[in-house]
């Protein structure tokens, strides 16, 4: 825990708006975070019969508005006084507000697959935009919208990722961030401005986005109501979001361009953070930290949330964990295609789902769990040899994330299948501590992001007994992606 003086120490209110929860948490001016202090909060995405998963802004809002009120009485009971506001949020998701603000439809969540019919309709700039034509973007959600939703389209005059209606609620103005805007499907990573070509084939004008001019500029004076609810936090800069994964990346120790991390929360990721956009492979996207970096990578729509489904599903063992690290790879005999929310990297379609081959009289609940990590890990290796190829071997990777990490034996799992030793981030809450990193350097209380190295814990090196055993379930995988999909592709 820090001892800081609490009259002159620098502390970061950092919020992290994820898929399931709402937090707000307390760093000081060495991104360590303040035990004891912050409140969570968590929420449901609404999930419809037909694809869709949306969230109710004004409710989200609240949930932002209820943390912040419980760090407020904390804090000011402490007597710290707060020198910036911070925050991550969940990438790719918007939603719309007419003349007065109020919302014309939800947050639609990027694992909305509802515009999956409409992805053919997107332009191909994936060169320019740095994000494949895929149904967790803007632009297929805007055809959707149009071809679904014309009443509340035609009555829509601006379009805000969620910590933009935040601050239109805080401070009766929106702020977008660099960040949140890059990884819409909209934004020209090289130009740093809305890429023309993608806003031509879309219902959608640039007045009615975020003005580029004013991205990543702080904001100061709440609205009376808040001003007088929260006097610890008026008078400081409150900075627009940026993106979950990108302060992921950052929170876990990755800043250097020969580290990558890997991810695993609901969904999972693996990137690498580098200096400018370059020639992006088919299969990974290009987003941005900021102006001056770009963060290249993978992205998985399933993870933990497979797990999770497994845990509502089927009678998963106790000693599952325990009979995880003594068994062989594919000793279960089983092949698992884990796409129950579509798939991104590296195939972006919407349209698939989980498939389980293999089973027989004999198989048991174990058998499905222990052939459902081994596939996710897989997922990771294809994802891992097309950024190793575009931005070379990696010196490190880093692994987070709780749906991970809370297992040995599943990142163990993880290190064998991509051949890779992992090293294990012990932040705990990573994209708190991004965010907070990012205020820091802002303020200038750090001259850069790589002025306080993140905590590390154990190395899991991969078992080279295991190799061929992860190359042939691969190769199962890939032949039974081929069969029930009708789709070949080539992979490095």
């Keep these: 825990m820090s001892s800081p003086d609490s009259a002159t120490d620098h502390f970061i209110v950092s919020l992290d708006i994820g898929t399931s929860s709402v937090r707000a948490l307390l760093y000081d001016s060495t991104a360590r975070r303040m035990e004891g202090y912050g409140a969570q909060l968590p929420y449901s995405i609404r999930a419809t019969s037909d694809g869709g998963a949306e969230i109710d802004p004004g409710e989200l809002a609240r949930h932002v508005i209820d943390c912040l009120d419980e760090l407020h009485r904390q804090v000011r009971e402490a007597g710290f006084r707060i020198a910036a506001i911070s925050g991550s949020a969940f990438w790719h998701s918007f939603c719309g507000v007419d003349d007065p603000g109020k919302p014309t439809f939800p947050i639609l969540h990027l694992l909305d697959t509802r515009s999956a019919s409409e992805v053919s309709r997107v332009p191909n700039t994936h060169a320019s935009t740095g994000c494949p034509a895929h149904s967790s ?8 919208l149009e071809r679904n939703r014309a009443p509340e389209l035609a009555a829509t005059r601006r379009f805000l990722s969620f910590p933009e209606y935040l601050f239109e609620e805080l401070f009766g103005e929106s702020r977008a961030s660099i960040s949140m805007t ?37 904001l100061h004076n709440l609205r009376d109501e808040y001003r007088s609810l929260w006097p610890a936090f008026a008078s400081c800069p409150w900075f627009p979001a940026i993106g979950d994964g990108a302060a992921n990346h950052i929170g876990s120790g990755c800043l250097r361009p020969d580290q990558f991390s890997l991810m695993v929360g609901t969904t999972g990721a693996m990137r690498v953070l580098i200096p400018a956009p370059r020639n992006i492979p088919a299969g990974l996207w290009c987003y941005r930290l900021n102006a001056n970096r770009a963060l290249m990578g993978g992205a998985l729509s399933n993870g933990g949330d ?34 129950l929310a579509g798939e991104r990297s590296p195939y972006w379609r919407a349209d ?27 997922r990771f290796r294809e994802i891992y040899g097309a950024l190793a190829c575009a931005a070379g071997e990696p010196s490190e990777v880093i692994a987070s994330g709780g749906a991970l990490l809370k297992s040995p034996a599943w990142t163990q799992i993880m290190a064998d299948a991509i051949a890779r030793p992992l090293i294990a981030s012990t932040e705990a809450e990573a994209s708190c501590r991004g965010a907070a990193l990012y205020a820091l350097e802002r303020i200038g209380v750090i001259p850069s992001l790589d002025a306080l190295p993140a905590s590390l814990g154990a190395t899991f090196s991969p078992r080279p007994q295991f190799e061929s055993a992860y190359a042939r379930l691969l190769t199962q995988e890939r032949s039974l992606y081929e069969r029930v999909f009708a789709m070949k592709e080539s992979f490095a």
């Design 182 to 218: 890059s990884a819409s499907g909209l934004w020209n990573q090289a130009a740093n401005n809305y890429d023309d070509a993608t806003l031509a084939a879309l219902p959608i004008r640039r007045e009615q986005l975020a003005d580029p001019s004013l991205m990543d500029q702080p």
């Design 352 to 378: 698939l789902r989980g498939v389980i081959s293999g089973l027989s009289l004999s198989t048991e609940p174990f058998h499905i769990l222990h052939a459902a990590l081994e596939s996710i890990s897989l």
């Design 306 to 339: 497979v797990y999770a489904w497994l845990k509502r599903t089927i009678a998963i063992p106790r000693d599952a964990e325990a009979r995880l690290e003594s068994a062989e790879p594919g000793s279960h005999g089983l092949t698992f295609l884990p796409f």
């Design 137 to 144: 973007y803007w632009p297929a959600k805007l055809l959707w």
